[in-house]
Every structure is written in C-alpha cells, then in structure tokens.
C-alpha cells in the first residue's frame, strides 16, 4: 500500500476524516504507518498483547520499546504515532520558544509531528493517566548539522504536551532500555499465545511446581525446563514456550533486567505468583 502525501491542508483534513490519529484500544488507527515515513532500522507491523491490533513501528528501537511497554503491570493501553496538529495553541508555544513550527518537506504546510507513543498507564487504586514517549537512537544526539533541529522538535513536542495536561514526557533511547532487557523480551514474546491444552489450570501448576523443584544455583535453564516439561507429560518445545507464557503473564518471576535469557545459560532464580493462573485461565476462557 503506498504512503501518504501531504501536499495541502485537503490532505490532513482528509485523513482526518478518515480517523487516521483517532481512537482507543483497538479502534485505535495510527497517524503514521510503516508505508508513510522512512524508517532507521526495519519497520514492522506488529500483533499488539494488550491492544489486540497491529502496531505500527519504524525502527528495531520502537519494537524493543514496544515490547517493554506490554511487559509493563501499569500500561493498559498504548497509541504509536499519535498526532500533534499544528492548533492555535501549538503555534504560540512555538512562538514563545523561538522555534519556528516545522513544515511539511518542500512546502509551507505546517507539520503534523507525532508522539512515537501515548501510553495510558492505570495506577492500583484504577485512576488513569495519559504519559508521552519519544523514541531515539543515541546517535541522534551527536554532533551534527541536524541536531538543533532535533532539539528544538522535542523541546516544542514536551511543551505542547504539558500545555495540554501531560506533563510526564520522556525521552527513550537504547541506553534507557538496556540491551539485557530487550533482548530478554524479544526471546520471552515467542510465547505470547500457547496451545490450548497447555491454558489448562492443572497443566500450569504442575508444570510451575516442577520448575520450583528442578530450579538450583548454576543449572541451565534447558534442563529445569525439560525436567520440569517431562514431569508434567509435555514435549520440550511446549515446555519451553509455557515457560515464555508464564513469564509474560508475570506468573513466574525474576530479575529480567539482570540477566540475559539463554536456554544454555543457568537457569535464574524465580519465584511464582500461583494465584494469577486462575485469573489468566478465565480471561482466556471469555
């Protein structure tokens, strides 16, 4: 599907219409899609846990971030490329900045930034609130010709932000991720969706109660998941893929950011939140 061009205000206003930067959940439709801007890195289109929709992502960076963002307890929904318009109020703050508001490449039209995330996060009390999150490379950040440009964008996005109510805006970049961190989830989100017979309650806790027995300091992670997938009468591959399930759905625990993956490498030390397999049983069941 071809990108979209933005030669005049028919054309916003037209996409507008169309509910491009709109909605919730689900129904929400991003602003910008893979086929519309050119990416560093692989885009992607990406089956999102928690929205149920594809997501739209322009870099490796997105998709890591992505990924951090639905491992999260907090965030129960999340908005790629949502849509700053030029408004009234955008242009002043753009004004008072000394920043004059970008345009559209090769024309005066004014330039529709987006938020490479608006994320809602729900609190445990169950009150909501909206955060922002731009995603960079560090390397945007060296020295260059277009780095006051990058500068000054984030600079007048966080101001908007802020004028409008949302005041936690943060800059991502690799380095606030951690490379243990994402890999760790890019390896765990192969077990985003199991089989149906390894959903089963009784299937879940005999498998986790034979992780906790086969678990000690230097064992490979191979072997507590084989041991633990043989006494519970599955294959390996299903042992290990309810394994990443487990882990997803925050039934088994450990230090994610402290170590990375690795069938190979000694297993980590877990502890177990036996209490959530009913809870995800019956939201699978519904």
């Known amino acids: 599907m071809r990108g979209r061009r933005f030669k005049s205000q028919a054309d916003i206003d037209r996409y507008i219409a169309q509910g491009f930067g709109q909605g919730e959940g689900e129904n929400y439709k991003p602003w910008l899609r893979v086929q519309d801007v050119p990416s560093q890195g692989r885009s992607r289109k990406v089956l999102g846990i928690k929205t149920g929709r594809q997501h739209h992502l322009l870099s490796d960076l997105e998709f890591g971030y992505l990924l951090v963002l639905e491992f999260s307890e907090q965030v129960v929904d999340i908005r790629e490329g949502f849509p700053i318009f030029p408004s009234e109020q955008a242009r002043e703050i753009s004004a008072q900045l000394g920043i004059r508001y970008p345009r559209f490449p090769g024309t005066n039209l004014l ?6 995330f608006l994320v809602t996060l729900q609190a445990p009390d169950g009150s909501r609130r909206l955060a922002a999150r731009t995603v960079k490379y560090e390397s945007a950040f060296q020295h260059s010709s277009d780095l006051k440009g990058t500068v000054e964008k984030l600079e ?3 101001a908007i932000h802020s004028a409008q109510g949302i005041e936690d805006w943060k800059l991502v970049t690799e380095a606030t991720i951690g490379s243990i961190l994402m890999t760790n989830l890019i390896w765990l989100r192969k077990g985003k969706s199991v089989e149906r017979h390894l959903l089963h309650p009784t299937v879940q806790l005999h498998f986790l109660d034979a992780v906790e027995y086969h678990t000690s300091s230097g064992r490979a992670l191979q072997s507590v998941i084989r041991a633990a997938a043989s006494s519970t009468h599955i294959p390996f591959a299903d042992g290990t893929m309810l394994f990443k399930y487990l882990v997803l759905q925050k039934v088994i625990r450990f230090d994610i950011t ?3 993956l690795s069938l190979s490498g000694p297993s980590p030390a877990f502890t177990f939140d036996r209490s959530l397999i ?4 019956s ?3 519904a």
């Open 111 to 116: 330039y529709v930034m987006s938020t490479d």
């Open 156 to 158: 007048l996005e966080k």
């Open 258 to 260: 402290g170590q990375e």
């Open 278 to 281: 009913s809870v995800v049983a």
């Open 283 to 285: 939201l699978k069941a």
